[in-house]
């Protein structure tokens, strides 16, 4: 969901705020986008970062970021050695979690070093090694045998990979004549020995995708409220939620709600009774915020909104026909009685209508508390789902016992 008036795609990619195309249509430096022959960039294609989604609940843009490499050329002796920067704009950090320093090729080790938001300097290093073609590892994984994978430190705004040059591929030549260093998305690289041959990696990819996190602010949710005119969380029915990956905090709709909580307006009710069989499996109603799931007459379920309403069998409706006859005669007798108290001619002798109401509620709690007593969970069930029923909407008229057996109102 954009901002109102401004533009919500680009290509196939769906844009929300806090992203934007266009002045007014972001939260801030760093959310604004360009959309250029149906690409997505960070600002514009200059960052050469191309956004690929972005991720409003999570707080991650997954976007595309160079590959270092560097290769030996045994004929003339000569080796090239290429390096990459990246840096994030504020409020966005390279994920920790999601992503991991890899390198491709043998006798190769390449380095990460960068700054975290506090600008304290941090690194680290990946080496795979591999003397013959035979001994790479074909598996898939980034074993060292051919590639290697290492965490990153987190909350780095800014990055440079580069080779160690005491190792080179001139050794290994014939099959590797080129080693490569990138931070990727961990799940999006599977090695393939392929690889290594020839420039077989930078011809299937120009970049590789690499998660970024993102926060609305640096502060904790219990600072971030205090400052209305920057708090993020704009919608009603929204809430702060502290970063699980990086310093900050985000906004999410509350429970029952969907929708952007950065826009006003943005988190809205979601009815369940639109999606059958997804949130209730017996009769729905939708509430502002939540819903009423129940069974119907004469089924149950031990959960309506996980199990299905199954049909009452018809000993547990006998010993249930059973009940509310002996329980209704005493019933019965109560409101009886009652009843006379209130057509009383003696004014001294007939109760306040509080006092009256004080003795249904007590007639009522001691009629349900006979029922279940001794029931079987069927039985409590049935009762249960009673409760929920509304004989008006059949188009019939009860009596107080039927209300009260039916309804308990």
């Known amino acids: 969901m954009a901002k109102p008036r401004c533009r919500g795609t680009c290509g196939n990619l769906t844009i929300p705020y806090p992203f934007g195309i266009g002045a007014g249509c972001f939260y801030t430096d760093g959310f604004d986008v360009s959309c250029e022959e149906n690409r997505t960039y960070m600002h514009n294609s200059s960052s050469n970062m191309e956004i690929y989604s972005l991720n409003l609940i999570g707080g991650q843009a997954q976007v595309s ?27 966005f950090t390279l994920s920790s979690r999601a992503n991991k320093l890899t390198v491709v090729g043998c006798n190769t080790l390449a380095f990460l070093g960068g700054y975290n938001e506090e600008e304290q300097n941090v690194g680290a290093g990946c080496f795979s090694m591999c003397p013959d073609k035979q001994s790479v590892d074909s598996s898939g994984q980034c074993s060292g ?21 005491r190792f080179n591929n001139s050794e290994v030549n014939s099959f590797n004549p080129c080693s490569y ?12 020995p392929d690889y290594l041959e020839g420039h077989k990696f930078t011809d299937k990819y120009k970049g590789v995708s690499t998660v970024l996190d993102w926060v609305a602010g640096r502060e ?11 708090y993020a969380c704009v919608s009603t029915n929204s809430s702060c939620i502290n970063s699980p ?46 819903y009423h799931c129940y069974c119907g007459p ?12 199954n049909p009452i069998t018809a000993s547990e ?3 249930l026909t059973k009940t509310f006859i002996g329980v209704g005669t005493e019933l019965f007798q109560d409101v009886a009685q009652l009843a006379k108290c209130c057509l009383s001619t003696k004014g001294e002798e007939r109760p306040l209508m509080t006092e009256v109401a004080e003795r249904l509620k007590a007639i009522r709690s001691t009629w349900r508390e006979q029922l279940i007593e001794g029931a079987n969970e069927e039985t409590v069930c049935l009762l249960e789902n009673s409760s929920q029923y509304d004989p008006s909407t059949t188009g019939r008229h009860g009596s107080l016992m039927a209300l009260d057996i039916e309804t308990g109102r």
């Open 65 to 91: 970021t160079f590959i270092a490499d560097k290769c030996s050329n045994n004929t003339d002796g000569t080796s090239t050695d290429g390096w990459v920067s990246t840096s994030t704009a504020p409020f």
């Open 145 to 165: 045998m051919g590639c290697c994978q290492t965490s990153i430190a987190p909350n780095l705004t800014s990055l440079n990979v580069t080779f160690d040059s």
């Open 181 to 192: 260093a990138f931070v990727a998305e961990q799940d999006w690289f599977r090695f393939e």
């Open 220 to 230: 904790s949710c219990a600072q971030a409220p205090k400052n209305r005119t920057s």
């Open 245 to 290: 990956n990086a310093t900050g905090y985000l906004c999410a709709c509350n429970n029952g709600f969907a929708g952007n909580p950065y826009l006003e307006g943005g988190c809205q009710d979601i009815n369940e009774c639109e999606s059958p069989g997804q949130y209730c499996h017996g009769i729905c109603d939708n509430t502002i915020g939540g």
């Open 298 to 309: 004469g089924t149950r379920s031990t959960d309506p909104k996980r199990e299905p309403c």
């Open 317 to 319: 409706r006998a010993r």
